[in-house]
């Protein structure tokens, strides 16, 4: 078990749609446990396989942040969504950014277990925001996209300055 280092906006992984788990192996347990690591290590509730850099069809998921209740889910298709929420949201792979978010109140979710097992996760309240958001980051998006282009063009000049700055940093070393 590791933790494993965080991919920041703008890194590439994180705009590229995830490809499904074909196979559980020893790799599938490990990656979902590494998740699970890198998540409280960071203060998370949710982790997508994206956001350490693997890009793979799996999220884990813990809004009580109770150990041994974590929701590991992998190939995850949103069967049903219903109702209106709006929840002001932050992700570990945009750093000092929160924002309000409008998503589904509650929705069905199917998929696979770490063990390949099919799955079926009916959520609402926090839960259900939090597998949105981590099902957005399978597809290669972020919170930001729902967001205001008036909005989200800010956001992304800020990103963009900012890793132009720790571009010419790192080759002024
Ligand atoms: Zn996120």
Request: proline share 5%; hydrophobic share 40%.
């Given at each position: ?45 949710g982790l997508a396989a994206?956001q ?6 799996m999220f884990v998921a ?9 929701l590991?889910v992998?190939?995850p ?53 939090v597998c949105q958001h981590e099902v957005d980051h399978l ?35």
């Amino acid at each position: 078990m590791s933790v494993r280092p965080l991919c920041v906006e703008p890194h590439g992984v994180l705009r590229q749609p995830a490809a499904p788990i074909t196979r559980w192996t020893d790799e599938t347990r490990r990656l979902a446990r590494d998740l699970i690591e890198t998540m409280y290590a960071n203060d998370g509730i949710g982790l997508a396989a994206p956001q350490i850099g693997c890009s793979t069809q799996m999220f884990v998921a813990n809004p009580s942040q109770q150990q041994g209740q974590e929701l590991v889910v992998i190939n995850p298709v949103v069967e049903a969504a219903e109702g209106r929420a709006s929840v002001i949201e932050g992700c570990l792979s945009l750093p000092d950014v929160w924002d309000r978010v409008r998503r589904a109140a509650r929705i069905r979710i199917s998929g696979r277990d770490v063990n390949g097992e099919p799955l079926t996760i009916r959520a609402e309240g926090l839960l259900a925001i939090v597998c949105q958001h981590e099902v957005d980051h399978l597809h290669g998006q972020l919170f930001i996209d729902r967001l205001s282009w008036f909005r989200r063009r800010r956001l992304q000049m800020r990103f963009t300055a900012r890793s132009r700055k720790n571009r010419s940093a790192s080759s002024a070393q």
